[in-house]
DNA sequence: GACACGAGTGTTAACGCTCACAATCGAACC
DNA sequence: GGTTCGATTGTGAGCGTTAACACTCGTGTC
């Protein structure tokens, strides 16, 4: 007893028992392992045997001292059960696994800026070497942008303020494009069903939406506003079945669209036949609403991709407060969407 | 320069330092940070003080490395993308945080037992205490069995070999009642569109609809397969529509039953006029389908929460290999189902 | 044949924390 | 009035790795 060890203990081999077994020492095991140059092969393949007949691991939290990395990233995301943030996580998931960084994921319940700065801290303090925020609210860039300084950040979602490297869908653009296309059918004008107003994504389609009809020189109904579920979807369409004049409508989610399309069933309009619907995302579902719904299509998980790689550019020491990478959305056509009814 | 610091650089604070601001011991210090009885209140105060002046962070990976406790739980997923493993992710995210955990995400795109393995070797040479393996297909569950030794581990999921602690949803029993739900009606016999056959969860509900009409003595169709995306309900949905004798039909998830419904809408069907459509998950959007979605309500934040319960439980020694625990799941009734008409 | 040089390897010192144990101090006790 | 005991605090030794530097050889060079 006392240092010898017993045998039957199994204590996880270190660096020094592969070391002894291989019989270098331990610093050329550490060069094995993080390839360092001038390792004689023969002495390389030693000490691989070693590792391999101990079942050697190396101890992350050891390296991660010394290193001052963990090579793990952080996520803050919102509500990470609708699609696109689930989407956006598994695109950023892949791409740092491929860089060899490990995920640790928090999601926010409430969408203030001081949920977002907490969430950041306590990612910080578990010590990850960077951060993706998916937290789209006007509150939450603000806060973000405050932040930035204690640690590499990157914002993925939307918004002008560029105080932070950030990746976002061409929101403005997909917004013009469905609006532009139902106009070009001859509907007089368009009616927008929007997202909650303080995410910029919200702002940004209606932006979209509104500037087209201005410039068309038709119209600008008044906006209905939902929360990006179906249910407030549903809510949405009662009050624009209300309305004797609307013959098109664009939503800013899918979701939402999918609620406004059983309203409008449930109240006897026929899609598109009286009212022609645009939804956005192209959630996988989508293809198979009824009717299929003509949307604009955001790719999350290349959105995701995109994050990351700003993020270990910016950790890399490629800095650039300004970065604003756009990804190009796409309309997608389907039935929901027909020509105007003249009358 | 040399060892003097020259101010300019602003290093991290250590522990060192706000003992020796706190005039103090380091070990104080970490008696306090820890809630370790026998600290006098002033002396406490003085340090809290301390750290608060210098905005002190402690270092997880040196406190990783000397209790070999990462406080990081890694979670194991399929496809974080679908409804079910993210919202599972989220509320074991939510349970973790409030237990004082972080939480790694690694997700496969492939689901044999190797990545599997792979998945969880890579969450254990990060450290992670303990792994919650969201993957429930019989490759993954009997890889995991094997592996269960390494590293505390919960499976969440569905199947009957217990040699993982593990907790699932009553699929079989959610199963039947849907399928008695439906013969009750007076349909003649149900028909299913079941998902991939190597997850435990379509043998589950598979199962459970084939007990029912057994045991009523009603004769069993036989099975359409699908992958759990609304694209195979749909194509499952025409091959369906070509038989003569359907008036209901029990999707093994949601997706697939929208999928269905649109096939169903082409071919000319009503629904629940001619056929009646049973779902399972009762995913958010499942009350605004076109009709509104009968289908089996999963509580899968709950799911979530119970297995972190269960890992928790396995890290502090309770440890218990064969625990099963079972979330009932719950029948809701919308407007896809009515009376079978009887010729 | 002395010398520089670079490939290959070993030695020692951090990294920032917790754990085990030692030390100190005052009050209570006989 | 010395002793005991518990509350409070300090000291020293690691945890397993990487970084910095020192050392040992051959091999050319002049």
Redesign the interface.
């Known amino acids: 007893m006392g240092t010898e060890d017993t045998g039957t203990e199994q204590r996880q081999p270190v660096m020094a028992d592969v070391a002894k077994l291989a019989g270098v020492s331990h610093q050329t095991v550490s060069r094995v392992l993080n390839g360092a140059p001038h390792v004689r092969p023969d002495t390389r393949d030693r000490v691989l045997a070693a590792i391999r007949e101990l079942d050697y691991?190396?101890?992350?939290?050891?390296r991660?001292?010394v290193t001052r990395r963990?090579?793990?990233l952080g996520v803050v995301s919102f509500?990470?059960?609708l699609?696109g943030p689930?989407?956006m996580?598994?695109g950023i998931?892949?791409a740092a696994?491929s860089a060899g960084y490990?995920?640790?994921?928090?999601?926010l319940?409430s969408l203030d800026g001081r949920s977002v700065q907490e969430a950041v801290d306590?990612l910080?303090?578990?010590?990850v070497d960077g951060v993706v925020v998916i937290a789209p609210q006007t509150s939450a860039v603000s806060a973000v942008a405050r932040i930035s300084s204690s640690v590499p950040l990157v914002a993925v979602g939307s918004g002008n303020q560029a105080q932070v490297p950030m990746v976002s869908v061409g929101n403005r653009s997909g917004a013009e494009a469905a609006t532009r296309h139902l106009l070009d059918l001859g509907h007089r004008t368009v009616h927008h069903l929007a997202g909650p107003a303080n995410w910029l994504e919200s702002q940004d389609r209606e932006e979209g939406w509104r500037r087209t009809l201005e410039h068309a020189g038709v119209p600008v109904p008044g906006v209905e506003r939902g929360d990006w579920?179906?249910?407030s979807?549903?809510r949405a369409g009662l009050r624009i079945a209300e309305l004797s004049d609307v013959t098109a409508v664009f939503c800013a989610n899918d979701?939402m669209a999918?609620?406004l399309?059983?309203a409008l069933?449930e109240t006897g309009r026929s899609i598109p036949g009286d009212i022609s619907v645009v939804g956005f995302d192209d959630i996988?579902?989508a293809?198979?609403?009824?009717p299929?719904l003509t949307t604009v299509r955001q790719d999350f998980g290349e959105l995701g991709r995109r994050a990351l790689e700003l993020l270990i550019e910016e950790l890399e020491g490629l800095a650039h407060a300004g970065t604003h990478d756009f990804i190009a959305p796409e309309l997608v056509l389907r039935r929901s969407v027909g020509p105007a009814v003249r009358r």
């Open positions: 691991r190396p101890n992350s939290a050891a991660a001292l963990s090579q793990t509500d990470s059960t699609y689930a989407a996580l598994d998931e892949r696994r490990f995920v640790s994921v928090t999601s319940r306590r910080r303090d578990q010590g579920s179906a249910r979807g549903y979701q999918l609620g399309l059983c069933h996988p579902e293809a198979y609403f009824t299929p």
